[in-house]
């Protein structure tokens, strides 16, 4: 089944790009990741259909990840976000080197250049920790536009990162 998952979006990840201007570059994945195929397939099935099997061109109003997400690793409470998301929190994958292991993913693969320079993996100790805090829905939004103005102020991420998909506007 995962195979066939698999396959299924890499042929979607063909198909997205027509169209479109360019994403930015994916970035290099952690050694830290156990296995950088399941990281990948766990990512389309429980993210990619609303952030895209690319981190762009979401189809729900959620934001881009693709050359952003990794902003979210310059300071230690930007990051525990991205592992208190109750989507990633209450994630039914409940490995935590798994878990781990699809976050690394997201932001290093799909955040690329957005990473700070010296920014290191999660971990399954941090991704344990940090679950037992999940965000609730309510929260999400004031939570975001925190989040985003620390990157902005403190580790010079882009002002464009304040909108949802930086391509329209929003």
């Given at each position: 089944?995962?195979h066939a998952?698999?396959?299924g979006?890499?042929?979607?990840?063909?198909?997205?790009?027509?169209?479109r201007?360019?994403?930015?570059?994916m970035g290099?994945l952690?050694?830290?990741i156990?296995?950088?195929?399941?990281?990948?397939?766990?990512?389309?099935e429980?993210c990619?259909?609303?952030h895209?099997?690319?981190g762009?061109?979401?189809?729900?109003?959620?934001p881009?990840?693709r050359?952003?997400?990794g902003?979210?690793?310059?300071t230690?409470?930007?990051?525990?976000?991205?592992?208190r998301?109750?989507n990633v929190?209450?994630?039914?994958?409940?490995?935590?080197?798994?878990?781990?292991?699809?976050?690394?993913?997201?932001?290093?693969?799909?955040?690329?250049?957005?990473?700070?320079?010296?920014?290191?993996?999660?971990?399954?100790?941090?991704?344990?920790?940090?679950?037992?805090?999940a965000?609730?829905?309510?929260?999400?939004?004031?939570?975001?536009?925190?989040?985003?103005?620390?990157?902005i102020?403190?580790?010079?991420?882009?002002?464009?990162l304040?909108?949802?998909?930086p391509?329209s506007?929003?």
């Amino acid at each position: 089944m995962r195979h066939a998952l698999l396959i299924g979006s890499l042929v979607l990840l063909g198909a997205v790009g027509i169209g479109r201007a360019a994403l930015p570059p994916m970035g290099l994945l952690p050694s830290a990741i156990t296995d950088p195929d399941l990281a990948r397939s766990d990512y389309v099935e429980n993210c990619g259909g609303c952030h895209g099997v690319q981190g762009s061109a979401a189809p729900a109003a959620l934001p881009e990840l693709r050359g952003r997400v990794g902003w979210f690793l310059c300071t230690p409470q930007t990051r525990a976000y991205l592992i208190r998301l109750p989507n990633v929190a209450l994630s039914r994958i409940r490995d935590n080197q798994q878990l781990a292991d699809m976050m690394n993913f997201v932001v290093f693969g799909l955040g690329g250049g957005s990473v700070p320079q010296g920014s290191t993996p999660f971990t399954a100790e941090e991704v344990a920790h940090e679950r037992r805090f999940a965000l609730s829905a309510a929260s999400l939004t004031a939570e975001r536009a925190r989040h985003v103005e620390t990157a902005i102020r403190k580790c010079h991420a882009p002002a464009s990162l304040r909108q949802m998909f930086p391509s329209s506007g929003r």
